[in-house]
């Protein structure tokens, strides 16, 4: 299924898309937090109540982020595409590791920083000068679970979706490298469209990913370039750490990123990011002048 949050005058509701088409269940069904949380018995319980209703055009509807009520920060991980990890040498300003990592890199992002597929990503040029785009594919956990093993671990995944964990380059700098400050800023990190079922996902280790801001392509890769593969990231990251249902996984960013490129490439008020991974739906958000300070 693919599974969407859609916005209501009365409040949230589960939509589960359908080509171009959204099954709109009604507000007795909760909201697909909730339905995340439930498991695989509130995953059929959801299946079975958009049968019983009649879709409406995808396009009438407005969708928001899948999840808003998080268990606790959203959970990251950086360097895990080696092209990423060497097209940034000597431009982490002092603060580059001496070799490559061997164990996965692992850091969180406020909640805060959601916003939904199609809205606007804030831009306050006071709080930094340096909005860096970094497309990602994000998972969500679907079970409780603690040390898993690497064999195990894709049974715990519930479903994926697009991310763009847009950061702040200088942030990251000033605050001794450290990456939490500088992926935290308010209203940042685009969601969606909507959640992708594993059962729907043929293949995860082939999905490509893709960034283009204003047009022009800056990211294309595919999940097959990681360093780190999804199952090694969750047995690494659950290791004597419980993983809830309903966490959400970042999983990193491939090369071309706009902190990396000669001349540099940093948004701006007005651009247009749209952030695509096959298979699991298209993110359009605009960067809009917005005061955070």
Not at 9 to 14: A, N, P, V
Not at 44 to 73: C, E, K, S
């Amino acid at each position: 299924m693919r599974l969407a949050s859609v916005r209501t005058d009365t409040g949230r509701r589960i939509g589960v898309v359908d080509g171009d088409t959204v099954a709109v269940l009604p507000a007795e069904a909760g909201v697909l937090d909730d339905a995340i949380r439930g498991g695989a018995a509130a995953l059929d319980a959801v299946r079975d109540a958009a049968a019983r209703v009649t879709p409406v055009p995808l396009a009438q509807v407005r969708l928001d982020a899948p999840l808003r009520r998080f268990n606790r920060d959203i959970l990251c991980t950086g360097w895990n595409y080696w092209d990423h990890f060497e097209e940034s040498r000597g431009r982490r300003e002092g603060q580059d590791p001496t070799e490559r990592p061997k164990h996965p890199t692992f850091f969180t992002k406020g909640p805060d920083t959601v916003v939904g597929p199609y809205d606007d990503i804030a831009y306050d040029p006071q709080v930094s000068a340096k909005w860096d785009y970094e497309a990602e594919v994000a998972l969500v956990i679907g079970a409780d679970c603690r040390s898993v093993s690497e064999a195990d671990a894709m049974s715990y995944v519930a479903a994926f979706c697009v991310a763009n964990d847009v950061s702040q380059r200088d942030l990251q700098r000033a605050h001794g490298g450290q990456w939490l400050k500088g992926k935290s800023i308010d209203a940042t990190m685009p969601l969606g469209p909507w959640l992708t079922t594993v059962d729907e996902v043929p293949d995860p280790a082939a999905l490509r990913i893709r960034c283009e801001v204003n047009g022009v392509p800056l990211q294309d890769a595919s999940t097959a370039q990681m360093a780190f593969p999804f199952a090694r990231l969750i047995a690494e990251l659950s290791w004597g750490m419980t993983l809830r249902a309903g966490d959400v996984l970042l999983t990193g960013t491939p090369s071309g990123i706009g902190n990396a490129r000669d001349p540099q490439v940093f948004l701006t008020d007005g651009d247009l990011v749209v952030t695509r991974v096959d298979g699991l739906g298209e993110l359009r958000n605009r960067v809009r002048l917005t005061s955070l300070h």
